[in-house]
T-cell receptor, first 109, second 113 residues
Framework: AQRVTQPEKLLSVFKGAPVELKCNYS??????LFWYVQYSRQRLQLLLR??SRESIKGFTADLNKGETSFHLKKPFAQEEDSAMYYC???????????FGKGTKLTVNP | DTGVSQNPRHKITKRGQNVTFRCDPI?????LYWYRQTLGQGPEFLTY????????KSRLLSDRFSAERPKGSFSTLEIQRTEQGDSAMYLC???????????FGEGSWLTVV
């Protein structure tokens, strides 16, 4: 069964420091992976998907099939990046998204 | 705001009572999803509609739960004989026919006392 693991429940960095939020997955086949973000008092929203290979708000994520990872990275964290981040992947052949438990990122001034 | 709309936003109910949540998806989005989220967990899939047809249901959706989307537009999620374990955030989301992005609502908080 598809599974997403986000090993860090909490992550705290200082403004300007690099940040990496970890995501590991189990999936048979070629997965499509997503990062969702939820800012305080806002709805869950898509941050980026691996298939588009884009950078959103300075964040990038590379799919590493060998390590079954899809870590989210930003070279210089900003205070407005403080939020809950969820990694997700579709359950094969299904419309269902499987989410990790999330990582709460706090960027301190 | 033309995003996914959910109401009520908060509901406190006594154990054993029935509750119903409503979701209005983004206009013309034919796909609609319900998820549940408890504290410290990510969203967990409950069910999926394409137009008015309920095409997927999770095992989490016990027989006390029923979801409908009668005209392929808004959807309701009813929980009968609520239990304390039903306390959670119920999230609705929608996606367009040709889209890849799922848009979430703000959620409906349920507290069963």
């Amino acid at each position: 069964a598809q599974r997403v693991t986000q090993p860090e429940k909490l992550l705290s960095v200082f403004k300007g420091a690099p940040v990496e939020l970890k995501c590991n997955y189990s999936y048979s086949g070629s997965p499509e992976l997503f990062w969702y973000v939820q800012y305080s008092r806002q709805r869950l929203q898509l941050l980026l998907r691996h298939i588009s290979r884009e950078s959103i708000k300075g964040f990038t994520a590379d799919l590493n099939k060998g390590e079954t990872s899809f870590h989210l990275k930003k070279p210089f964290a900003q205070e407005e990046d403080s939020a809950m981040y969820y990694c997700a992947l579709p359950s094969g052949g299904s419309e269902k998204l499987v989410f990790g438990k999330g990582t709460k990122l706090t960027v301190n001034p | 705001d033309t995003g996914v709309s959910q109401n009520p936003r908060h509901k406190i109910t006594k154990r054993g009572q029935n509750v119903t949540f409503r979701c209005d998806p983004i206009s013309e989005h034919n796909r609609l999803y319900w998820y549940r989220q408890t504290l410290g967990q990510g969203p967990e899939f409950l069910t999926y509609f394409q137009n008015e047809a309920q095409l997927e249901k999770s095992r989490l959706l016990s027989d006390r739960f029923s979801a409908e989307r009668p005209k392929g537009s808004f959807s309701t999620l009813e929980i009968q004989r609520t239990e304390q374990g039903d306390s959670a955030m119920y999230l609705c989301a929608s996606k367009g026919f040709s889209g890849n992005t799922i848009y979430f609502g703000e959620g409906s908080w349920l507290t069963v006392v």
